[in-house]
Each structure stands twice: as C-alpha cells, then as structure tokens.
C-alpha cells in the first residue's frame, strides 16, 4: 500500500496562488494515478483533478480548468496541484488520492481511490 501526506495548503487571498504537494510512501509510486479532491462542511467530497501514472496527461473538473495544473515527480514520489487565481468558491479541504491500476483511464469518483492523505486547508479570502 502506499501512504499519503499533503503539505501546502493555507490562507490566502482572493486572486493569489498556492501550491499543494503530497508525499508517497511504500509501494511504487509511478504504479499509482494520482487524484485531488476536496470537500467543505456538509458538502459531499468534489473532484478537482487527475493525473496519468506517468504524468503524461491530466483532466480537470470545469471550475477550475485552466487555474489549476496538477504534476507529478515520480523520481520523488511527489504529485502537485498548483492553484493560480484562486476565488473564496475554492476554500476546502484538499486531500489527494491514489488508486493502484495498469491503465490510464480518468477516474473522478472518490469511491474507486483506495488511499488518502489526511488533507489540507485551503482558505481563500475575499
């Protein structure tokens, strides 16, 4: 298995940047695709972005496609999400995710991700 630590998050203001990283541990990383997701309060947990097991390509839920950009080091085991003109709209927690596969396919539910890290806040303010 592998596990998961999320470092980056925090507050910042509407219009401004940050980036996320999270950190794997345990199996090989480069046999994972990687997932950002993120929920508030009394919402159901969202999907905001995917990346391939090589980092080759990458899919974004609409709100944020073309703010956000996901990446991948596999050399260090790392996945990124950098977040670029962020809104208030943005504040959540955000957790990345992995799912262990032997293809490429876009997966955006929460329910076929078998391990998280423990999330990080993310608050933008107006």
């Known amino acids: 298995q592998v596990q998961l630590v999320e470092s980056g998050g925090g507050l910042v203001q509407a219009g401004g940047s940050l980036r996320l990283s999270c950190a794997a541990s345990g199996r090989t990383f480069s046999n994972y695709a990687m997932a950002w997701f993120r929920q508030t309060p009394g919402k159901e947990r969202e999907f905001v972005a995917f990346?391939?097991?090589?980092?080759?390509?990458?899919y974004y839920t609409g709100s944020v496609k073309g703010r956000f950009t996901t990446s991948r080091d596999n050399a260090k085991n790392t996945v990124y999400l950098q977040m670029n003109s962020l809104k208030p709209e943005d504040t959540a927690v955000y957790s990345c995710?992995?799912?262990?596969?032997?293809?490429?396919?876009?997966?955006?539910?929460?329910?076929?991700?078998?391990?998280w890290g423990q999330g990080t806040q993310v608050t933008v303010s107006t």
């Open positions: 995710a992995a799912r262990l596969s032997p293809l490429d396919t876009v997966v955006i539910s929460s329910r076929d991700y078998g391990y």
């Open positions: 990346i391939t097991r090589s980092g080759s390509s990458t």
